[in-house]
């Protein structure tokens, strides 16, 4: 099956810092989302991103599906950024199941 | 913005015990599906159900697991005899199918004790 790799694992911050997160797929992909699961362990959706650039506030987010990677920007980052950034996609042919990379932990620190 | 809905958030049971998992999906949503978190671990798929039927399943989602839509508005996960394994976020999820995106739930943390 489709593997997604994500890097760093680890990421420490210093309040205001901006920072770049990465996610390869093995395969061309139908969907790809990025998630933050915050402290309490809710996933939040972030972005909808199979292909292109989007931005909601201090965060983007790039795919660019014929080099199967994408990128989460975050820039001035915060406390709250705190917590773990799932990337997950669907494979074209069918499979409508999201498969998850491991994540990136993020501890933003004061 | 419309939201899934699961409950109960915490669920404390004894091993052995059967246990039932709740979701509102999104009214509109075609797809509905069920994800686990083990403490520390990354997502992973259990089921998809469309039109009132399983249309996939992954290997974890064994004889110990079923899913129903009982009635126009709910979606559950039934765990027959927990073992301290099954202990785990369960997520439920919905989409109104290709080329959109999935909305998740906050979330069941079950613990089998």
């Known amino acids: 099956g489709i593997q997604v790799e994500q890097s760093p694992p680890d990421l420490i911050l210093q309040e205001g810092a901006n920072s770049t997160l990465r996610c390869n797929f093995s395969?061309?992909?139908?969907?790809l989302q990025w998630f933050h699961q915050n402290p309490w362990g809710q996933l939040i959706n972030l972005f909808y991103i199979p292909s292109g650039t989007k931005q909601n506030g201090r965060l983007s987010a790039t795919t660019v599906a014929t080099e199967r990677y994408s990128l989460l920007y975050i820039s001035s980052s915060q406390t709250t950024d705190s917590g773990v950034y799932f990337c997950?996609?669907?494979?074209?042919?069918?499979?409508?199941?999201?498969?998850f990379g491991k994540g990136t932990k993020l501890t933003v620190n004061p | 913005e419309p939201e899934v809905t699961q409950t109960p958030s915490h669920q404390v049971t004894q091993m052995g015990q059967e246990v039932i998992l709740r979701c509102v999906p999104i009214?509109?949503?075609?797809?509905f599906y069920w994800y686990r978190q083990i403490l520390g671990q990354k997502v992973e798929f259990l089921v998809s159900?469309?039109?009132?039927?399983?249309?996939?399943k992954s290997e974890i989602f064994d004889d110990q697991f079923s899913v129903e839509r009982p009635d126009g508005s709910n979606f559950t996960l039934k765990i027959r005899s927990t073992k301290l394994e099954d202990s785990a976020m369960y997520f439920c999820?919905?989409?109104?199918?290709?080329?959109?995106?999935?909305?998740f739930g906050s979330g069941t943390r079950l613990t089998v004790v």
């Open positions: 997950a996609v669907t494979t074209q042919g069918g499979s409508e199941k999201l498969v």
């Open positions: 009214s509109n949503h075609l797809y």
């Open positions: 159900f469309y039109n009132n039927e399983i249309s996939e």
């Open positions: 999820a919905s989409s109104e199918g290709w080329p959109y995106g999935y909305t």
């Open positions: 395969d061309s992909v139908n969907n």
